[in-house]
């Protein structure tokens, strides 16, 4: 069958498509709170920006940028972001996720591994 039998097919396929249409389906989504900040120029304590007047309508949804310190307050309430701090957080979830990925893909190989027997493959 060439839809997803055990010979591989067209089922394989998918295989290759499911993570890019993940990606795609990531890249798509609509900018956070950190990105509008950013694209609004508030990038310093002179350039901050009221959240209302780019578009974010809650102030709640920053609170955790807030409290890591990538979006700062003022004390007359406008936010701006902290750049270098931004890079530096995006950065250590990269590298947290890449080492997760490896971690998680050598567990999948030990375990068909073991499960071979040694056999080195699939005959």
Known sequence: MPFGSESGGLGAFGVVIMPLMIAGMILKQPPGPIAKLIAAKATSPDAARRLEKIGIPRPYVVD????????????????????????????????????????????????????????????
Do not use: H, I, P
């Open 64 to 123: 955790a940028a807030v409290r890591r310190g990538v979006v700062n307050r003022t004390a007359d309430g406008r936010y701006w972001v902290d750049v270098e701090r931004n890079r530096r957080f995006r950065r250590k979830v990269a590298v947290f996720a890449g080492v997760g990925v490896l971690l998680f893909a050598a567990g999948g190989w030990w375990l068909v591994e073991t499960a071979l027997g040694g056999q080195g493959g699939v005959s």
